[in-house]
């Protein structure tokens, strides 16, 4: 498309792909210095861990694993390394299945994901709800619920976002 043919944004989408951007841009950062701060944990640790936790018996593939955490398996493979040298996940074979491995979820991982989810959760609450009403709240859930689809056609992140458990449990 060339110049003289592209249709611009208007001044408020503009003024709204700005304000998403910089969203985009700086909460993750927030919440990684949040983890790192009180519990050792980078962002993406704290995304498998939990994962891991809701996922059933606390186990899932490596792959689905990175597809969820919206990661490389090389990255994935690096996380997993440090967090089992921590005791929280530990790996093992999928029976019948020479090629593919689980990640699973210690009982130290499970500890550490409970120890850690209430300060998460707060920092959530604080950067992204506090002065939301509810009904933003609602326009904020709808929104992404129109966008992801376009992003995550194939629901990659679905056990990261709307059909997880209920609200504050780790």
Not at 35 to 60: F, K
Not at 98 to 103: D, L, N, Q
């Amino acid at each position: 498309m060339d110049d003289d043919s592209a249709v611009w944004l208007t001044a408020e989408q503009e003024q709204a792909w700005r304000s998403l951007m910089a969203a985009i841009l700086l909460l993750p950062g927030a919440l990684d210095a949040q983890l790192q701060r009180d519990a050792g944990l980078t962002h993406g640790g704290y995304v498998v861990l939990s994962a891991l936790s809701e996922a059933p018996e606390r186990q899932i593939r490596m792959r689905r694993l990175a597809e969820m955490a919206s990661m490389s398996m090389s990255r994935l493979s690096h996380l997993v390394d440090r967090l089992e040298a921590r005791g929280w996940v530990e790996r093992r074979p999928v029976p019948g299945d020479g090629r593919s491995t689980m990640a699973g979820l210690t009982d130290a991982g499970w500890e550490k994901v409970v120890e850690t989810a209430p300060g998460h959760v707060d920092a959530v609450r604080s950067l992204v709800f506090e002065g939301l009403s509810p009904e933003q709240t609602r326009q904020l859930k709808s929104i992404f619920d129109t966008i992801v689809p376009k992003i995550d056609p194939e629901n990659r992140l679905s056990a990261c976002g709307a059909t997880r458990r209920g609200a504050g449990q780790p």
